[in-house]
């Protein structure tokens, strides 16, 4: 709960799934994983070669996972596959999730920037854009 992820610098090549990784995770039957209140913001993600800049997944396997109270704003995303990719996997789900205020420029994959995953329900998340745009 009330979590901040503030002023760091992803450039590169990645092995693992993201720039910036925000993943609630329930494993058993008896787990439970909740991210409340976190706040992505003022961060740079450049160049992560097929991975998104920041990913926001909810995966509940045999366990309860859910993400709430999410914003991501304020960063600047430069050449990745997707500026910011929300997903719910088996089971996950998610509430107030806020995309704003980020620079979302030359995203490779198919999204123009801001990409939810099949499966995953738009409710509940508002998206505004300062910019997205691809090189000429």
Do not use: P
């Not at 509430?95 to 995953?120: D, F, H, L, P, Y």
């Amino acid at each position: 709960t009330n979590i901040l992820v503030d002023n760091n610098t992803v450039t590169g090549a990645l092995f693992e799934r993201a720039g910036i990784n925000i993943l609630a995770r329930g494993y058993s039957g008896t787990a439970s994983a909740t991210l409340s209140g976190v706040t992505v913001s003022n961060n740079s993600v450049t160049g992560t070669q097929g991975r998104a800049g920041i990913l926001v997944v909810s995966e509940g396997r045999t366990g309860v996972a859910s993400v709430t109270g999410l914003l991501v704003d304020r960063n600047t995303l430069d050449g990745n596959e997707d500026g910011v990719q929300i997903e719910d996997v088996t089971g996950g789900a998610h509430g107030s999730i806020g995309v704003a205020g980020n620079e979302i420029v030359n995203s490779t994959g198919a999204s123009s920037g801001v990409r939810t995953r099949s499966g995953t329900s738009a409710s509940e998340k508002v998206f505004r854009l300062v910019t997205a745009r691809s090189a000429v």
